[in-house]
């Protein structure tokens, strides 16, 4: 990994109105790194996200992107950085087959301005390919016939298909069952294998021992613990969550109590 994080943010703040959803956040994640981000609802980790993403504006600090200042004012600067966002819902349309999913709203064309419907199919064959995704069985097969784990393969590969450099995972095993939570945690591990950085947003800690590298801890908006997965436990991570106690932060000396 290089030593310069592939994303940064030093010092965001974010409020809404008198509510501070994030105050004075330090976060960072690697190229190849899966980095776990936890914390109880309400800890700002949705804000957070978002505020990358552009669809927040930060208040205070910086966002670098390879060791570069960048100023997100929406999506499509996000994007155009490399920065693609699954969130909860997957935002795909049931009524589309995989193929017009992962090309939708950058559908391509040939020469003659029609869709480009054999380079689409073979560019999303390529992708899901590079991936491992061997559970869908046709990429013309539309989306509302596809189980839970087969819906976040799409939505992930069409993330990742657009040279995109960090992907962030908004509880990608939420509500599905134990095959196909288990197809989205290999899915996780082969993006950090490939080089892209992974923000893993998860409250199920099991999940997160089995495919991170790192794991940041924020609580009442504040970035409270970082972790490497080797070096803790559950329970530390979850003291962590609850309590609020600073541990194994880059420079710091000594720990401390965060009073909210």
Not at 45 to 66: M, N, Q, R, Y
């Amino acid at each position: 990994m290089s030593d310069t994080p592939i994303l940064e943010l030093r010092g965001v703040s974010k409020r809404f109105g008198a509510v501070v959803a994030l105050h004075e956040v330090d976060f960072h994640v690697d190229a190849g790194e899966v980095m776990a981000l936890v914390g109880d609802n309400g800890a700002g980790k949705s804000v957070l996200v978002k505020s990358i993403a552009g669809i927040h504006h930060i208040d205070a600090g910086e966002i670098l992107f390879e060791g570069e200042v960048v100023h997100i004012h929406g999506p499509k600067d996000a994007s155009r950085l490399g920065i693609e966002v699954v969130y909860q819902d997957l935002a795909l349309a049931d009524n589309l087959d995989v193929v017009q999913n992962m090309f939708l709203g950058r559908e391509e064309l040939d020469t003659l301005h029609r869709l480009d419907e054999i380079d689409m199919e073979s560019r999303a064959l390529e992708t899901l390919g590079d991936l491992s995704v061997t559970t869908i069985r046709s990429v013309r097969q539309k989306v509302a016939g596809l189980s839970g784990g087969q819906r976040q393969s799409v939505a992930v590969a069409k993330a990742v298909m657009w040279n995109s450099k960090v992907v962030i995972l908004d509880e990608p095993t939420a509500a599905l069952g134990v095959a196909q939570t288990r197809q989205v945690l290999e899915l996780v591990k082969r993006l950090g294998e490939q080089g892209l950085a992974v923000i893993l947003i998860s409250h199920n800690l099991h999940d997160i021992f089995e495919v991170a590298d790192s794991i940041t801890v924020l609580r009442l908006g504040q970035n409270v613990a970082e972790f490497k997965r080797t070096e803790t436990n559950q329970q530390e991570v979850v003291q962590a969550i609850t309590a609020g106690k600073l541990s194994h932060v880059p420079g710091q000396a000594e720990t401390h109590e965060v009073t909210a």
